[in-house]
């Protein structure tokens, strides 16, 4: 802030007070009168769309009696969101008694709201609002998602004198009206028996409501601007509009321009969503531990609103959702078992016509594609139980496992009311769990590095490099060291597998073969050692070995009852 053209002695002090909409004043720090400048910032809240900002200049009084300091001059200011930036020079109107001219800097910043797309001064004429042509301050605001209004508002009054709800209108450029005294650039607003003409001052002024009023109406018709300006207004208004046209450019690069002026009702929406939602979820997964599939609040609103727009179905919508969900978990990536539930749940009321509202359609390419998805489901989660101990390490995610069991007997359900027989559950279960114990068997093995393929026992053979007795025994050690750990690990983080007697007996009965085996092979061992009696340490790490495995059977007949016991009993 700076003021020019005082006349007073030097040492005269000078200071400003700012006010908007008579609210509260701020006055500025006090400088020397010949040196009037200021850094002072006042920051203002107002709700009207036309403020008035009222700036003073003062100076302190001399005299002994006087209680009031001196008015130097005032200003007032009108500013809009679309005022300059930048400083500008203002005429200060001065008492009677002052003759010099004195002017004032100020920089006045004007922040609009989010609702406010865009705002400025126009002529209007229509037939229900606005019924006289005369120049009035509009505001394009935003009132909903998709619902806009064109509101005229008065100075220093918070709330529209008049306003137009602008839904189903067409805007577009429209010829001189003659007829009419004021404004030069002219465009207009149509609606089956509704009309409204505007007018502008300035072309680039009207370009830029023409823009802001299309975006706003969504209509299909895209307003084209009229090629014929006269040269003093293109050259003022070059630098925007080429702005505007690059944007119009980059859309048309990027292919937007087409889907913006092409018909909805021409695409084929179902399959959009489906592309939609593919890449939604991919760019979800990208912290798959986070998320495990579920979208956020965001992406579901943005779904949710296409298929309510656009006529989506809820189940295409779903069976596309788990075809994805399927193919990303058994890529290994995390999905939660849940999630998956929900959708298939959801899938099987249209699939099965047992809707809880009554009201469910089904096609028939959707009701092959859930008996595929399906079989699909079901070798998934065969799978994921078969290796419950790496899909769900030590138990993780929580629950997972359990509401993977609770999925297979929802898939195994013949419809959505009869549950599946549980005798056909323990089957499935039982046939994983003796899969799952000979993988379980091998990755351990493995692990220890007991059963080498083919080709390293050959090149041991070739290079005559045969594992010593002891090293094998301490090998078999470490083995039934890994042995015991998985069967803990089981009981302690995979306890929902086998809380089922039958399923219990299978899982236990797996692990005792093992056992059997290693125990029979240790003792052929130990009858072939004891001929050499140069070896009392290779006895004792056999008696050992031959303790730690019988404790690990009869720690796994203790959760056996007699009876079960019976069954198992080695002949």
């Known amino acids: 802030m700076e003021v020019q053209g ?34 002072t910032q006042g920051d203002f809240t107002t709700t009207h769309p036309l403020p008035v900002v009222k700036v003073k200049l003062y100076t302190e009084s001399t005299g002994v009696l006087s209680i009031d300091d001196t008015l130097l001059g005032k200003v007032v200011i009108k500013p809009t969101p679309n005022s300059p930036k930048t400083p500008e020079w203002y005429k200060m109107t001065t008492p009677k008694h002052i003759t010099e001219q004195i002017k004032i800097k100020i920089a006045i910043k004007m922040d609009k709201p989010q609702n406010m797309k865009y705002c400025g001064w126009l002529y209007a004429l229509g037939k229900t609002v606005w019924k006289k042509w005369k120049k009035r301050f509009f505001v394009l605001v935003q009132v909903s998602q998709y619902t806009f209004a064109m509101c005229s508002y008065r100075e220093k009054k918070a709330d529209p004198h008049e306003m137009m709800q602008i839904d189903g209108y067409t805007v577009d450029y429209t010829d001189l009206v003659t007829d009419l005294d004021g404004g030069k650039h002219f465009f207009n607003a149509v609606r089956e028996g509704d009309s409204i003409i505007f007018a502008t001052d300035e072309e680039v002024e009207r370009q830029l409501w023409v823009q802001a009023l299309y975006r706003a109406t969504g209509q299909s018709h895209k307003p084209v601007p009229p090629t014929t300006h006269t040269v003093a207004t293109a050259s003022k208004s070059n630098t925007i509009i080429s702005r505007m046209q690059g944007d119009a450019d980059r859309a048309r690069k990027h292919g937007m321009d087409e889907f913006i002026q092409a018909d909805p009702c021409k695409f084929d929406h179902a399959n959009l969503f489906e592309i939609l939602q593919r890449q939604t979820l991919d760019h979800r997964l990208n912290d798959s531990y986070s998320c495990l599939g579920w979208f956020s609040p965001g992406q579901v609103f943005v779904l949710d ?46 699939i099965h016509g047992n809707r809880p509202d009554g009201i469910g359609t089904v096609t028939q390419l959707e009701r092959e594609k859930f008996e595929e998805i399906k079989d699909n489901l079901r070798c998934l989660l065969e799978y994921q139980i078969t290796n419950f101990r790496y899909c769900f390490p030590f138990g993780r995610p929580e629950g997972a496992l359990k509401a993977t069991l609770s999925l297979l007997e929802r898939v195994l359900m013949k419809d959505i009311v009869t549950p599946a027989p549980q005798e056909e559950v323990y089957n499935t279960i039982r046939k994983c769990l003796q899969n799952a114990a000979l993988v ?30 002891q090293r094998k025994l301490e090998e078999l050690m470490h083995l039934s060291e890994l042995c015991i750990d998985v069967l803990q690990q089981n009981e302690e983080h995979h306890s929902e597998l086998y809380k089922k007697s039958k399923v219990r007996d299978t899982f236990i009965h797996g692990w ?60």
């Open 6 to 39: 005082l006349k007073l002695s030097g040492n005269r002090i000078v200071y400003c007070t700012m006010e908007v909409d008579g609210g509260e004043k701020l006055q500025t720090d006090q400088a020397e009168a010949s040196k009037p400048c200021w850094d």
């Open 512 to 571: 005792l073969v093992v056992f059997v085996i290693m125990s029979v092979i240790l003792w052929l061992m130990a009858s072939c050692l004891s001929i050499c009696s140069h070896m009392p340490v290779l006895l004792f790490l056999v008696r050992l070995l031959l303790s730690l495995s019988s404790v690990t059977i009869t720690y796994s007949f203790h959760s056996l009852s007699f009876a079960q016991y019976r069954h198992h009993r080695w002949r």
């Open 440 to 469: 379980n068997y091998e990755r351990v093995s493995s692990y220890a590095k007991i059963e080498g393929n083919a080709e390293d026992l050959k090149k041991e053979t070739l290079s005559m490099e045969v594992m010593t007795p």
């Open 305 to 350: 609103e296409y298929c309510a727009r656009y006529g989506v179905r809820g189940c295409h919508r779903h069976l596309c959702y788990l075809s994805d969900l399927l193919e990303r978990a058994e890529g290994g990536t995390m999905i939660d078992p849940t999630l998956i539930h929900y959708s298939f749940a959801f899938c099987a009321s249209h």
